[in-house]
């Protein structure tokens, strides 16, 4: 009997499970490995649980939400978190800072015809899941490795450095240094390849806090290259707003 | 159907295949329809609504978000929008490479959506996995152009999903020319595949619907159309892009959380996407691509919902040779990216999403900060004409057994590819008839 994997969604844009699409043939090594008994997206008659592998996209919005959640739990050995929404609520998570009705009053004319909850809340506020792998969208390659690590019943291993550690490794100009561009890499986790600094921008901050992120620091040398308080608060309000470091530092900053 | 039954509640599996949380219920009495709602009832993420306060230049990585499958249509919407504020001028170079960028979009989603979503309704599979048991080729074939255009995405964005490069005036960082050549190569192998693409669901059974249908989209003087050009329709419509909400009304149904679109003028649907777009735009395909686009057998312009699917084989194949196009005429810009400075003002911009018309409109004010946002992608403004289609396969349901009829009902539902980013994806189709 082939492991079987299944793939879920909550509120979120496809961009991580479509990181699953995306493999190419790796995809199709991936469907003689395992059975994808559960993936919506990509294909009609799913099979019900229970579950070997089970990757969750999406963060947590409606009222239905929490239940289907614990009943995937249930349904599933291994639950992997995939993604910003999924380990910190997503960008939709700057709905936690406001006035929920106001926002659908803003969007929608007709408001009471909606069901959704005042906060967007990470899957892992609500379950215990056995990894969380952040990103906007989660990395390919770290996805793949993980699952394949399961498969084979090792214990994935997860790097916990920064984003400008990986900026240094790959040798790229640092943006801060040579274009007094802010950038979040100093303390944003690792896993992205440094995509941002090697496109010549700065990081925004999307795999959520590094393990050994300072952000106190960080805010200095933003206002040392002239970004306010209220901007630097702004930036660690992204998509990984939600996760608590970012959070705590925008709010002693605003 | 037995007609003894008097009345009848079919569930069946939810249709899978589309990106978002919807379902359908279909109500057939004494053979009238009495009852027909496509509803989506994706958890609302309230994009218009965050993005006050945030920074103008934030506003293209951000609404990037609303859709992993086409960030770069949000990506371009927003620029343009933006840039049309502040009246930035951008240079050729950097029109032509966001043209390149596009076309890396609309091969990527067009291949995943005819090959992984849309082929396994004419051959009787429920996935590409067991596509690839019966079909391997065609499979690989259609991962090979799935990758060309993540690599286009990759290399002027760095990354396939949620890509980093647009700017603004431009782009963060721009290639070389010699950057492009591996890209070129590849772009020259992928042809041959768009070619027997084409040629692969050009021979698939199409169920037959023409009917009369507003079809919109974009045309531009000159070209096929991305991020410039007017709104046309097949019924006569000519309006200027920023005329958007002059001409499309936005309306909220109770069974729905995706809002609905209509023409002000009438009150009707419309349908936008890449039939619209092929059948607005034809004289624009050149030469090859044209001739290819004819040997299908269909006469252009066509009205046929179903043959959407070929549309898109036919924009994977232009949208190649529009991309070998971009790399042969590219000569780097003298800066990546224009100068410009925020100000009080507002600007709105259409740009063709893989899907059809994007419509994104901002509202600035003096310290560079947005004040308001309306977007309205292709799918909202579809969903009525989705409904208007199901409507008239309504007599053929009849004719037909549950899963027969489930099986249509889903597939006149993909034609459109509906993105409805959002919660689990499920259709639950439920028909009552009697």
């Not at chain 1, 844009?13 to 995809?27: K, M, P, R, W, Y």
């Not at chain 1, 994935?156 to 240094?177: E, F, I, Q």
């Not at chain 1, 274009?179 to 944003?188: D, F, I, K, N």
């Not at chain 2, 069946?12 to 004494?30: D, K, T, Y």
Request: glycine share 6%; proline share 7%.
């Amino acid at each position: 009997m082939k492991p079987k994997l299944a793939v879920f969604k909550f509120a979120s844009c496809d961009g991580c499970q479509l990181q699953v699409l995306n493999a190419g043939t790796e995809l199709l090594a991936l469907a003689d490995a395992v059975d994808i008994a559960w993936f919506p997206e990509a294909r009609s008659a799913g099979r019900p649980g229970p579950y070997d592998v089970g990757l969750v996209e999406g963060s947590v919005t409606t009222p239905d939400d929490v239940a289907r959640l614990q009943r995937i739990r249930a349904d599933v050995r291994y639950l992997i978190a995939i993604g910003a929404c999924a380990t910190a609520g997503g960008i939709q998570a700057l709905r936690n800072r406001a006035d929920v009705d106001e926002f659908k009053r803003a969007v929608y004319p007709r408001p009471e015809w909606l069901a959704t909850l005042p906060t967007s809340t990470p899957v892992t506020e609500h379950v215990p899941v056995d990894l969380a792998l952040p990103g906007c969208p989660v990395d390919r390659q770290q996805l793949f490795a993980v699952v394949r690590a399961l498969l084979a019943g090792t214990r994935p291993l997860l790097p916990g450095h920064s984003v400008c550690l990986d900026c240094k490794r790959a040798g790229a100009a640092c943006v801060v240094v040579t274009q007094a561009e802010p950038c979040l890499g100093p303390v944003t986790s690792t896993g992205c390849g440094a995509v941002c600094p090697r496109m010549g921008r700065g990081c925004y901050g999307c795999f959520g806090p590094a393990a050994t992120a300072n952000l106190p620091a960080l805010a200095e040398m933003f206002a040392t290259l002239g970004i306010s308080r209220e901007d630097t608060a702004r930036r660690l309000r992204g998509f990984a707003g939600n996760a608590a470091p970012f959070r705590e530092a925008s709010d002693a900053l605003a | 159907m037995p007609s003894h039954e008097r009345s009848r509640t079919i569930h069946v599996e939810p249709l899978a295949r589309v990106e978002g949380e919807a379902s359908l219920r279909v109500e057939i009495r004494n053979g009238a329809l009495v009852d027909l709602k496509l509803s989506i009832f994706e958890p609302p993420r309230f994009f218009e609504a965050f993005l006050r306060g945030r920074r103008a230049d934030e506003a293209p990585d951000i609404t990037s978000r609303i859709c992993g499958i086409c960030p770069v249509a949000y990506q371009m919407s927003a620029v343009h929008a933006l840039e049309r504020a502040f009246a930035v001028r951008i240079d050729p170079a950097i029109r032509l490479l966001r043209r390149l960028l596009y076309c890396g979009e609309w091969i990527e989603s067009h291949a995943l959506h005819v090959h992984m979503l849309a082929a396994p309704d004419f051959l009787g599979c429920d996935s590409i996995v067991t596509l690839a048991a019966r079909d391997r080729a065609a499979v690989e074939r259609g991962l090979r152009l799935k990758r060309v255009g993540d690599a286009i995405l990759e290399l002027l964005g760095g990354r396939s999903v949620h890509p980093v490069g647009v700017r603004i005036g431009g782009f963060s960082r721009v290639p070389r020319r010699r950057d492009l050549a591996p890209l070129r190569e590849a772009l020259l192998r992928a042809r041959a595949d768009a070619e027997a693409c084409l040629a692969w669901v050009a021979g698939f059974d199409l169920p037959q619907a023409e009917a009369a249908t507003e079809f919109v989209a974009l045309r531009h003087t000159d070209e096929y159309p991305f991020n410039e050009g007017d709104l046309v329709s097949s019924a006569g419509l000519a309006a200027v892009q920023t005329e958007f909400e002059d001409q499309f009304h936005e309306y909220q149904e109770a069974h729905s959380t995706a809002l609905f679109a209509r023409r002000q003028a009438g009150s009707t649907p419309y349908f936008v996407g890449p039939l619209a777009r092929l059948n607005l735009n034809f004289d624009h395909l050149g030469d090859d691509v044209a001739a290819a686009a004819r040997a299908t057998g269909i006469a252009w312009p066509c009205s046929n919902p179903f043959a959407s699917i070929v549309a898109r084989a036919v924009e994977i194949l232009w949208a190649i040779d529009e991309a070998l196009r971009c790399i042969e005429a590219y000569e780097p810009p003298a800066a990546p990216a224009a100068a410009w400075e925020p100000r009080a003002a507002s600007g709105s911009a259409v740009t063709e999403a893989p899907r059809g018309i994007l419509y994104h409109r901002y509202d600035v004010d003096a310290a560079g900060l947005i004040s308001g946002a309306k977007i309205v992608p292709p799918t909202s403004q579809n969903q009525a004409q989705m409904e208007a289609d199901l409507r008239r396969l309504v007599p053929r349901l009849l004719e037909l057994g549950d899963d027969e009829a489930t099986r249509l009902c889903e597939t006149a539902i993909r034609n459109y590819d509906p993105c409805i980013s959002c919660a689990t994806h499920f259709l639950n189709l439920e028909i009552i008839r009697s």
